[in-house]
């Protein structure tokens, strides 16, 4: 299949992916929920590699959210040696893509081992200058804004800056995701019209994409129909049609 988006009439610089359904797919198999999550890395090499040749600058993939500590034990530490395998086996994949990972979200909170690969993976690849690939680990968006809200109660209380002096782009600062574009375009898989908590302020006005395919059948043919669907539309920004 000859897919390139390149051809289309503008391209996201940055794709947010909020990758639902696993759970749901072992469901439909008669497997337990791991076996879903674990089908669900198919999905990401894929998505990954295709937005690496199609010249994506920012991927974020929700991976772990705030609210995901609350699922039952033994599904978080699946998670979480799933996220290790990954790191360790698909670091050559990333490599050869020229990726950059990065990592958004409250992730002092995961365990030490897998800190630390994040951390060998994150310095491993610091160099290539392709894809940055933002993996949003033990993320949430309230959480996160308020996190920015105390940065900058201590900086006006030490005087550093005055409180008459914040702006949003201020604001935008303090938030995780400093120094990166704002997403263009949001996709969720499996049908979920909701946010859950990711990248609430960011998102602010970006294209949303819905599609009830579930994570682990998500490939590269249908995020290049969303690319297109995204090309098409009319971003006004609140202004008047141009
Ligand atoms: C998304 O799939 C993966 C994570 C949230 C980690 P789910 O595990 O939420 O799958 P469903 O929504 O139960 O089908
Ligand atoms: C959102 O999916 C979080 C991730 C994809 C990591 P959830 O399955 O946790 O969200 P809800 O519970 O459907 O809102
Ligand atoms: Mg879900």
């Known amino acids: 299949m000859d897919l390139d988006p390149r051809r289309l009439a503008r391209l996201p ?16 198999r008669g497997l337990p929920r791991v076996r879903g999550h674990q089908a669900g890395v198919e999905a990401l090499r894929d998505i990954v590699t295709a937005c690496a040749e199609w010249e994506i ?13 609350a699922r039952p034990r033994p599904e978080v530490e699946f998670l979480m040696s799933l996220l290790q395998r990954y790191l360790r086996h698909e670091l050559d994949m990333l490599h050869n893509n020229k990726v950059r990972l990065r990592t958004i979200g409250f992730t002092e909170q995961l365990p030490t081992a897998v800190r630390k690969d994040l951390d060998s993976a994150i310095r491993s690849t610091a160099g ?24 900058l109660a201590r900086e006006s209380a030490s005087g550093a800056i005055k409180p008459d ?17 704002d997403p263009d375009l949001v996709i969720r898989t499996s049908g979920e019209m909701r946010i859950s908590n990711f990248l609430l302020w960011q998102i602010a006005y970006a294209e949303l994409w819905v599609t009830p395919t579930l994570w682990p059948d998500f490939r590269r043919a249908e995020l290049f129909t969303a690319l297109e669907d995204y090309a098409a539309r009319n971003r006004r920004f609140g202004k008047v049609e141009s």
Request: zero cysteines; a negative charge; hydrophobic letters at 50%.
């Open 57 to 69: 600058s920012y991927v974020t993939l929700f991976s772990f959210s705030t609210e995901n500590w």
């Open 165 to 181: 002096d914040i702006d949003e782009a201020m604001l935008a600062g303090r938030m995780q995701t400093a120094g990166m574009p």
């Open 13 to 28: 610089a940055h794709i947010a992916l909020i990758m639902d359904g696993n759970g749901r797919w072992a469901r439909a």
């Open 128 to 151: 290539n200058a392709g894809l940055t690939l933002v993996l949003a680990l033990s993320y949430g968006s309230r959480a996160e804004i308020a996190q920015a809200a105390r940065a």
